[in-house]
Nanobody
Framework: QVQLVESGGGLVQAGGSLRLSCSSS????????VGWFRQAPGAEREFVSS????????YYADSVRGRFTISRDNAKNTVYLQMTSLKPEDTAVYLC??????????????WGKGILVTVSS
């Protein structure tokens, strides 16, 4: 069973940076596509970014492209989301998700509990 755990969230000022990490405490995610989604208060969950199993393909929402970078270290069983030039509208709970399919562009088979990112103006 894949059990995803997010870390690295917190409070940051607008223009600042944070790096989120997603790892699995159960089965490894080295063969899984992994993605990040976010959900702001009162809003629907939205796709942020994803990466295929090898890291050779990455995908981004238009709202974060050029500011966020997704990467992975399969030796550490971890996927990262480097967030720069953060804006108050990036404030949300960020959730990590993984797929049984290594090339899924919107992984949704397994979910972490989420971690809060707050960007102050």
């Amino acid at each position: 069973q894949v059990q995803l755990v997010e870390s690295g969230g917190g409070l940051v000022q607008a223009g600042g940076s944070l790096r989120l990490s997603c790892s699995s405490s159960g089965r490894t995610i080295t063969n899984s596509a992994v993605g990040w989604f976010r959900q702001a208060p009162g809003a629907e969950r939205e796709f942020v970014s994803s990466i295929n199993w090898s890291g050779s393909s990455t995908y981004y929402a238009d709202s974060v492209r050029g500011r966020f970078t997704i990467s992975r270290d399969n030796a550490k069983n971890t996927v990262y989301l480097q967030m720069t030039s953060l804006k108050p509208e990036d404030t949300a709970v960020y959730l990590c998700a993984a797929s049984n399919f290594g090339y899924a562009t919107r992984p949704t088979d397994y979910w972490g509990k989420g971690i809060l990112v707050t960007v102050s103006s």
